[in-house]
């Protein structure tokens, strides 16, 4: 069991790393006035999705439902921390796939949002991550 959760902290923090700085790299790239700058951010962004942030989202997601599987009954009564986590679970994910079409949009040439937007949707993956280890160290309910 702690190999599984070793393994599914290490594939969250690389999952992390690649939210974290994705949304920056579109903060940049919305603010790049020449067509090589851009050029080279949408190289950037598409490893950072397809290469980094995807695969450590599919393997993080692998080994904790792995780990809830072996444990399935704290699913039921007493947990309900996990069910709050599952729940942030499936909205982080939601905002992954939001990070996919924002990674179309720049790789289409038809983004319509400033820099601002993008620094203030760089926030959302840290409300996630602390709210996220809270629930999961502290299992407040």
């Not at 598409?46 to 599987?69: D, S």
Request: proline share 3%.
């Amino acid at each position: 069991m702690m190999w599984l959760k070793a393994f599914h902290l290490i594939f969250m923090v690389t999952w992390f790393a690649g939210l974290f700085y994705l949304p920056r790299l579109f903060v940049y790239h919305a603010m790049a006035a020449d067509a090589i700058s851009r050029e080279r951010f949408k190289i950037m962004e598409r490893k950072l999705y397809w290469g980094i942030m995807t695969p450590g989202m599919l393997l993080t997601l692998i080994f904790g439902v792995t780990m809830l599987v072996q444990y399935a009954w704290d699913l039921y009564g007493g947990a309900g921390w996990l069910h709050a986590k599952l729940t942030l679970l499936c909205l982080l994910v939601l905002y992954h796939v939001q990070c996919g079409f924002w990674l179309m949009d720049f790789k289409h040439d038809r983004n319509l949002r400033s820099h601002i937007y993008y620094r203030w949707m760089n926030e959302v993956p840290v409300l996630f991550l602390i709210a996220m280890v809270l629930l999961a160290t502290v299992k407040p309910f």
